[in-house]
């Protein structure tokens, strides 16, 4: 037999969702940002002191392909050595 989980349970005549839940989707707009992602690309948000270091997304690409790189041929250089 289960505990009760000490939450108060609904009556059976509660509506299904709040009233303060319910969107008006005819005031929906698409999503802005939407045309800009590529497929298979993700979407990140930098916090306002990194975004002032780079003045474009491809500056922030290149920077996170350069730390790749760097990442990349250090555990190589492990590996080589018998080092994990």
């Known amino acids: ?6 939450c108060k349970k609904q009556p059976s005549d509660a509506p299904e969702m709040l009233p303060e ?7 929906a ?3 802005r940002f939407a045309e ?7 979407l990140v948000v930098l916090d306002p002191d990194v975004a002032k270091a780079f003045a474009t997304p491809e500056s922030v690409n290149a920077a996170l392909r350069t730390l790749i790189g760097t990442k990349k041929a250090q555990s190589k250089g492990r590996r080589s050595n018998g080092k994990a």
């Open 1 to 6: 037999m289960p505990k009760d989980c000490g």
């Open 21 to 27: 839940y319910r969107l008006d989707y005819s005031k």
């Open 36 to 42: 800009r992602i590529r497929p298979g690309g993700r």
């Open 29 to 31: 707009r698409p999503n």
